[in-house]
């Protein structure tokens, strides 16, 4: 994200939405994110789909800091959106998250 | 006499444009609805299972090509032959296939491990194969996407018949790994295997080619195919129950559906196959959410079988059902066995937008 664009907090979800070492969907303004809780209880925020094929993030399986494609076993760090190997070849877009109180905001440029 | 309707089923034919213009590729499946809760709760990785079958799986080899070493020259080494190829050539498929979703074992060296093995018992090229089977998953039995249709239509009994002894097969999968020996990939795979990941699939054939030759050398060293009989020759006389599961799996059923209840079968078996099989007799349940492994299969069947057609109760069934589907199709490509779906099963998914009804 460039440093010169300004941060557009937006709410995302309610901090009790999910559990720790699980991912919600979260859609805004036609696009589609993935919220993450990682196990030490910190928020992620990633692109939705995987970006080997358009398939929803937030189906998958995440372990400790991997999200799991639920379709192809593509895994991504989501704490840097890194793709870990076959069929992902190309990384995820990652965003900011901030908590405000019980709600997890999520930085949009 | 039906008129006889052959489609292309090759990647860089006009049924792939057709598939992409009909909302085919890269679709929305049906999913059975089930909680967030549980689905992670199935998805869950474990060691313990893959790793107990795989330690059995490997003592089972052992000690069935020792009993065969000691009794070579004998009428009783055959039998144990007969179980060293069933394993090498046969439960290799489902090996391949489990850690090449990287299901099997929780920690990802293993499923590589595994991978790499098997994959070379079933001469099956890692990295080609886990792009094609990649794409299988993405649009399975979807003509000119699909690059595993293992019974087009018409069918080809006599390659069928062939693999039995995966006389077909291996050598196809031979004159693919001379090419890529080469440097040089088919058409075909170079729509779905990306630049970045073909000198792996050049190196890998190299590979293989140098132990394949090396086995054959040390055959006319010592005037025996004994070296063979444990490398290589396993692929070709341990290869029937690739086509006997393998079969199941969709051969006969409808194409260009975003359903895999239609287009797919779960076939209930014995636990000696099931064990050979690695479970992938759940074949419905496999497609519909692959990233569950496979010692959750069974679990995950009990889960959706209201919302799925009746399983089939086991090969004898389903073969009553596959022989004479794919005997009809010879002459009748049109003809596939409709699966029925259960009067209280949800409805079929709603289609892509855009897409266009098949003629």
């Given at each position: 994200m460039s440093a010169t664009t300004a941060i557009r907090?937006?709410?995302?979800?309610?901090?009790?939405?999910?559990?720790?070492?699980?991912?919600?969907r979260f859609d805004h303004e036609g696009r589609t994110f993935a919220i993450y809780r990682a196990p030490d209880g910190r928020f992620h925020a990633t692109d939705g789909l995987c970006t080997h094929e358009r398939v929803h993030l937030a189906d998958g399986l995440v372990m400790g800091s991997i999200i799991e494609c639920p379709k192809h076993n593509g895994r991504f760090d989501y704490t840097t959106g890194r793709a870990k190997g076959a069929p992902v070849c190309v990384d995820l877009a990652t965003y900011p998250v901030r908590i405000d109180g019980d709600t997890v905001l999520i930085g949009l440029g | 006499m039906p008129t006889e309707i052959r489609r292309d089923y090759s990647l860089t034919g006009p049924e792939a444009d057709r598939a992409v213009a009909r909302g085919l590729a890269t679709a929305d499946w049906?999913?059975?609805?089930?909680?967030?809760?549980?689905?992670?709760?199935?998805?869950?990785?474990?060691?313990?299972?893959?790793?107990?079958?795989?330690?059995?799986?490997?003592?089972?080899?052992?000690l069935s090509?020792?009993?065969?070493?000691?009794?070579?020259?004998?009428?009783?080494?055959?039998?144990?032959?007969?179980?060293?190829?069933?394993?090498?050539?046969?439960?290799?498929?489902?090996?391949?296939?489990?850690?090449?979703?990287?299901?099997?074992?929780?920690?990802?060296?293993?499923?590589?491990?595994?991978?790499?093995?098997?994959?070379?018992?079933?001469?099956?090229?890692?990295?080609?194969?886990?792009?094609?089977?990649?794409?299988?998953?993405?649009?399975?039995?979807?003509?000119?996407?699909?690059?595993?249709?293992?019974?087009?239509?018409?069918?080809?009994?006599?390659?069928?018949?062939?693999?039995?002894?995966?006389?077909?097969?291996?050598?196809v999968a031979l004159k693919k790994i001379a090419l890529h020996a080469t440097g040089r990939l088919y058409p075909d795979e170079a729509l779905y295997i990306p630049e970045s990941e073909r000198g792996k699939v050049f190196r890998v054939a190299r590979i293989y080619l140098v132990i394949l030759i090396a086995v054959a050398a040390w055959c006319l060293a010592i005037g025996s195919i004994l070296p063979a009989m444990f490398i290589g020759l396993p692929t070709l006389y341990g290869a029937a129950f690739v086509v006997v599961f393998g079969l199941t799996q969709h051969a006969g059923l409808d194409e260009d559906v975003l359903d895999h209840r239609l287009n797919s079968r779960t076939v209930y078996m014995n636990p000696v196959f099931r064990f050979l099989y690695w479970n992938m007799n759940y074949h419905v349940e496999h497609h519909m959410f692959p990233m569950v492994p496979y010692h959750q299969l069974p679990k995950l069947h009990a889960r959706i079988k209201d919302d799925c057609p009746t399983p089939y109760s086991g090969l004898w069934e389903a073969y009553r059902e596959i022989i004479p589907a794919l005997w009809r199709q010879r002459k009748d490509p049109r003809f596939f066995v409709r699966r029925r779906l259960p009067g209280h099963a949800r409805p079929l998914g709603a289609p892509p937008a855009g897409a266009v009804p098949a003629e």
């Open positions: 907090w937006v709410e995302a979800c309610a901090v009790e939405d999910i559990d720790a070492e699980d991912v919600i | 049906y999913q059975c609805p089930i909680p967030r809760k549980e689905m992670k709760a199935l998805m869950a990785r474990s060691d313990g299972p893959a790793l107990r079958d795989t330690a059995i799986w490997f003592a089972a080899l052992f090509g020792l009993g065969g070493w000691y009794f070579w020259g004998t009428w009783w080494c055959v039998p144990f032959f007969a179980v060293y190829g069933i394993l090498y050539g046969s439960s290799s498929d489902s090996r391949w296939h489990e850690c090449g979703h990287g299901t099997a074992f929780k920690t990802p060296w293993m499923n590589e491990v595994v991978y790499q093995i098997a994959c070379f018992m079933i001469l099956r090229e890692p990295t080609v194969w886990r792009w094609s089977h990649t794409r299988h998953h993405t649009d399975t039995i979807i003509v000119g996407r699909d690059p595993e249709i293992a019974a087009p239509r018409p069918p080809d009994i006599a390659g069928i018949l062939l693999n039995v002894f995966a006389l077909k097969s291996s050598w």
